[in-house]
């Protein structure tokens, strides 16, 4: 993977942003110690604002001193909670005529659960924007829990009306195209180092999209902040149990350390049964200086 075409991938990252019943994946993936890494160029690098915070010290119920912050909603601490109340929302409601993006942080604390973690509550404004629908308001908790291994951010969170389109006819139609297996598509690079796609491939884009939240959901953490990069391939499968079965290959751009993080997914997606990542398997990575 050239310089030139890393540069255009963390552009594309920023501009084409992903922000499904839950299921949960398979996670596989060899020691990220005895991978190599290669070296992308300094020019990707991004500059992140330092947070600016109010603390005071409460109690909860059985006596326990916490911390609690009150955040500037437009500074890292929220944005990073944010995205990861974006992948939650997406694996549960999106489709690839529907995809979620938190669109503004109105507010923003934490609390130190001590021992549990971190608990971050966030008021914040959200919008379907394949659907183009109005935005809704939500809230939500989102607790990363503390320890020697990392374990997913548990999030919990609740709409006053999220926009849903009526994306029916438009996902029976799609399952009807490609569930015969005569139209198997394969493709590489979606969008292309452009930032360009073909219409009918946008679905497919969408569709890993929402594969890859469930991953960036699992792997964030209080440190890090995924964007979607890329579908760097794509190979329809053979059907099975009325399900549309993928291999996907997704590039992640991990925005804080500046990584291209690299995804094989094994997926399956029907509009009955929405999406569920059977298996997922990191790949060796690049690294931006």
């Given amino acids: 993977m050239n310089q030139s075409r890393l540069v255009c991938l963390v552009l594309v990252s920023l501009v084409w942003q992903c922000p499904v019943f839950y299921s949960s994946p398979v996670t596989t993936g060899p020691d990220t110690s005895s991978q190599n890494d290669v070296d992308c160029p300094s020019s990707c690098a991004l500059a992140f604002p330092n947070s600016t915070s109010t603390t005071k010290d409460t109690v909860d119920q059985e006596g326990l001193n916490m911390t609690s912050r009150k955040l500037n909603p437009k500074f890292y601490e929220a944005s990073r909670a944010g995205h990861a109340i974006q992948h939650y929302i997406n694996t549960i409601y999106s489709s690839p005529f529907r995809l979620y993006t938190v669109t503004q942080i109105h507010n923003a604390r934490t609390e130190d659960m001590g021992e549990s973690g971190m608990k971050y509550f966030l008021e914040f404004s959200v919008k379907d924007i394949v659907g183009e629908s109005s935005e809704g308001r939500c809230s939500a908790e989102v607790l990363y829990p503390r320890g020697e291994t990392q374990h997913p951010p548990q999030v919990q969170c609740s709409c006053?009306?999220?926009?849903?389109?009526?994306?029916?006819?438009?996902?029976?139609?799609?399952?009807?195209?490609?569930?015969?297996?005569?139209?198997?598509?394969?493709?590489?690079?979606?969008?292309?180092?452009?930032?360009?796609?073909?219409?009918?491939?946008?679905?497919?884009?969408?569709?890993?999209?929402?594969?890859?939240?469930?991953?960036?959901?699992?792997?964030?953490?209080?440190?890090?902040?995924?964007?979607?990069?890329?579908?760097?391939?794509?190979?329809?499968?053979k059907s099975?149990?009325?399900?549309?079965?993928f291999e996907y290959e997704v590039l992640l751009h991990e925005m804080v350390s500046q990584e291209i993080i690299r995804w094989k997914l094994l997926?399956?997606?029907?509009?009955?049964?929405?999406v569920k990542v059977l298996e997922s398997v990191l790949l060796p990575r690049c690294r931006c200086n």
């Fill in 160 to 237: 006053d009306g999220l926009p849903r389109v009526n994306t029916s006819d438009k996902e029976q139609a799609f399952y009807q195209q490609y569930s015969a297996n005569s139209n198997a598509v394969t493709v590489n690079n979606l969008p292309d180092s452009h930032g360009h796609m073909e219409p009918d491939m946008v679905p497919f884009w969408h569709l890993g999209c929402l594969a890859a939240s469930f991953v960036m959901l699992n792997e964030s953490n209080e440190n890090t902040l995924y964007n979607m990069a890329q579908v760097s391939k794509l190979k329809q499968l």
């Fill in 240 to 245: 099975e149990d009325d399900q549309l079965n």
């Fill in 267 to 274: 997926i399956t997606w029907s509009p009955a049964k929405s």
